[in-house]
């Protein structure tokens, strides 16, 4: 895939490499959650970053409870266009064929994401890592919250 220079710093020194699918993630970005969700919408959220440094990212995760399939990941971020393309790109990834079951979605990695995106500059893969850590502490949120839906199912359905 060929890559053409985007963005040239100030000082002309160095480039930036976005390759087409970074590009088309960051201007058409898959799932992203512009409102608030609705209640009993996702059944796992996870926030991760710091205001203060500019990058916050938050991933929503519906969980089918019988097949631990990711059926539904939605996010929003305050960050920059490589966040927003490999978040974009994440949540594409974990909803396809299906859903990922939350055993294999917890084994991707930020490398996963640079593949799938055809790699961002070496100062921008930091970005990468805010979504597979918001995606990690979704699944954390539904491990612990998430899980007592079903056990709530099981009590109202024996009343």
Same mark, same amino acid.
């Given at each position: ?43 796992? !959220?996870?926030?991760? @970053?710091?205001?203060?440094?500019? +990058? ?5 995760? *519906?969980?089918? %409870? =019988? ?26 990834? !974990?909803?396809?064929? @299906?859903?990922?079951?939350?055993? +294999? ?5 930020? *490398?996963?994401? %640079? =593949? ?44």
């Amino acid at each position: 895939m060929k890559k053409n220079k985007d963005v040239i710093s100030q000082n002309n020194k160095e480039s930036w490499l976005y390759s087409a699918t970074v590009k088309e993630h960051f201007f058409h970005p898959r799932n992203v959650q512009l409102k608030n969700p609705k209640a009993g919408e996702f059944n796992g !959220v996870g926030t991760v @970053g710091s205001p203060a440094c500019g +990058d916050v990212m938050t991933i929503w995760i *519906k969980v089918d %409870l =019988k097949t631990k399939r990711i059926k539904k990941c939605t996010w929003r971020t305050f960050g920059c266009a490589s966040a927003i393309a490999s978040t974009s790109m994440l949540s594409a990834m !974990v909803t396809r064929r @299906g859903g990922l079951k939350l055993a +294999d979605a917890e084994k991707l990695t930020p *490398k996963d994401i %640079l =593949k799938e995106l055809g790699g961002l500059p070496a100062r921008k893969i930091h970005c990468s890592v805010l979504g597979d850590q918001a995606l990690r502490a979704a699944i954390q949120d539904f491990n612990k919250i998430g899980q007592n839906q079903k056990s709530k199912c099981k009590i109202l359905v024996s009343r």
